[in-house]
């Protein structure tokens, strides 16, 4: 079985600070992992992903997102926070070994990321 | 690229009245289509994984005579809420793919279903 942990339903940060989003997770095999953020009444816009190759990975709008398979964690970053970045942010993650085919992700259950001006 | 269009975007409707949602791949060809639904303050529940031109894969507990979902098409997949009553009211998600595994799913903008 695959599982997504965001401990925090809550981050806040003040605008032009470094914002963390927290994730970890748990798979069998080698974990392919996401990131999407949802806007009000919108659906989720993909970030980045980390499928294999060098653990910083790089995303739209300036985020990035390191994995560590130590710690199992892919932590989403920025080193300076916008209030337009202020949403809500989910960490995914698939089983390598899960199957053929593009299986359903699990996600985390959302973390809110508010940037105050 | 890779954008998924889905429609409707808001529906209000009766009790008992049956609602269709598509979703669209519009500039891709989409193996893989899923349907999740969100609880307001809550993550994505994956209901379906529906592949073109074979039956859905249903998540346990979602019924799949309540939730008929069609994939006719490698770019049009269809979710229908049958007999639709208030604890059906939801933010009804869709989401397309390529085939292979470590593709990102592409989502589309959502239904938010009010059933009075």
């Known amino acids: 079985a695959q599982s997504v942990a965001q401990p925090e339903d809550q981050v806040n940060v003040a605008e032009g600070n470094p914002l963390t989003v927290k994730c970890t997770y748990s798979v069998s095999g080698n974990p392919y992992l996401f990131w999407y953020v949802q806007y009000p009444n919108r659906g989720l816009q993909f970030l980045l992903k980390y499928i294999t190759g060098d653990n910083l990975v790089k995303g739209s709008y300036g985020f990035e997102a390191e994995f560590n398979k130590s710690q199992t964690s892919f932590h989403l970053k920025k080193p300076s926070a916008l209030v337009s970045d202020s949403a809500l942010y989910f960490c995914?993650?698939?089983?390598?070994?899960?199957?053929?085919?593009?299986?359903?992700?699990?996600f985390g259950k959302g973390t809110h990321l508010i940037i105050q001006p | 690229g890779a954008v998924v269009s889905q429609h409707p975007s808001w529906v209000i409707c009766k009790s008992g009245t049956s609602v269709k949602i598509e979703c669209r791949s519009l500039?891709?060809?989409?193996?893989?289509m899923f349907w999740y639904r969100q609880f307001p303050k809550q993550s994505l529940m994956l209901m379906a994984t529906s592949n073109e031109g074979s039956k859905a894969t249903y998540e346990q507990g979602v019924e799949k005579d309540k939730f008929l979902i069609n994939h006719a098409s490698l770019t049009l997949s269809t979710l229908t809420v049958t007999s639709a009553h208030p604890e059906d009211s939801s933010f009804y998600i869709c989401?397309?793919?390529?085939?292979?595994?470590?593709?990102?799913?592409?989502f589309g903008d959502g239904t938010r279903l009010s059933i009075l």
């Open positions: 500039d891709f060809q989409a193996t893989t």
């Open positions: 995914a993650v698939r089983d390598e070994n899960s199957g053929g085919g593009a299986d359903g992700l699990t």
């Open positions: 989401s397309a793919s390529r085939s292979q595994g470590y593709q990102p799913q592409h």
